[in-house]
């Protein structure tokens, strides 16, 4: 089936360590995303990309980088500078209105990281 | 700059009554797409709908309705006769459909309990 896969489901860091978030989607999609979400909060954009090898800041980039080597992967490192790492990140894709798709989003299962 | 407000955080009825869901929105662009997603406790946004600024037909699915209203900027949620399984959390979501847009601007979210 299509989708979008998100891994690890839980994870857990100790303060100071790197860890990467991998998202992988078999629906052809040329758009990626990765949102946070904190309880209680709404989804904020972390970063986007398009194409294979481009990608944008969103709104709270900062602590945060990605790749995009492959169109099927769009794996988020959270890094030591992010402050406040604990939370539920979501991964989605999206065909994108010039690839004749309406705009909707796909999600991933979405991935919680605590930091201990 | 787009903008989408959910007035409501939480809202709680039993089981059997009909709800609504509000979602206000500002956009200066003429063409968008309007979507509804549910994220029920594993986590995953599900999307619902999406209506494009276009067709203001109002729209029926099973137990579930939407009220788009251009001239108000809202495109309301309604669930008749809920049940337990519509307990989760409900975020309304716009995209301008202009070329380049990818962002999806989402609003806070409405938690909604179902009470038995």
């Given at each position: 089936d299509g989708g979008i896969t998100q891994s690890p489901k839980y994870l857990f860091r100790k303060e100071g360590q790197n860890v990467t978030l991998s998202c992988e989607q078999n629906l052809n999609h040329d758009a990626m995303y990765w949102y946070r979400q904190d309880p209680g909060q709404g989804l904020r954009l972390i970063y986007y990309s398009q194409i294979v090898n481009d990608f944008q800041k969103g709104d709270i980039a900062e602590g945060y980088s990605v790749s995009r080597e492959k169109k099927e992967s769009f794996p988020l490192t959270v890094t030591s500078a992010q402050k406040n790492p604990t939370a539920f990140y979501l991964c989605a894709s999206r065909r994108g209105l010039a690839g004749g798709g309406a705009g909707e989003l796909f999600f991933g299962e979405g991935s919680r990281l605590t930091v201990l | 700059a787009q903008k989408v407000t959910q007035a409501q955080t939480e809202i709680s009825v039993v089981e059997k009554e009909d709800v609504t869901l509000d979602c206000v929105y500002e956009t200066r662009d003429t063409t968008y797409y309007l979507f509804w997603y549910k994220q029920p406790p594993s986590g995953e946004l599900v999307f619902l709908i999406r209506r494009n600024s276009f067709d203001e037909q109002n729209e029926i699915s099973g137990r579930y309705s939407w009220n788009f209203q251009k001239s108000t900027s809202s495109f309301n949620f309604t669930i008749t006769?809920?049940?337990?399984?519509?307990?989760a959390v409900y975020f309304c979501a716009l995209i301008p459909i202009i070329q380049g847009a990818q962002k999806l601007v989402f609003g806070q979210g409405t938690r909604l309990t179902i009470n038995p």
């Open positions: - | 006769a809920s049940q337990v399984v519509d307990s």
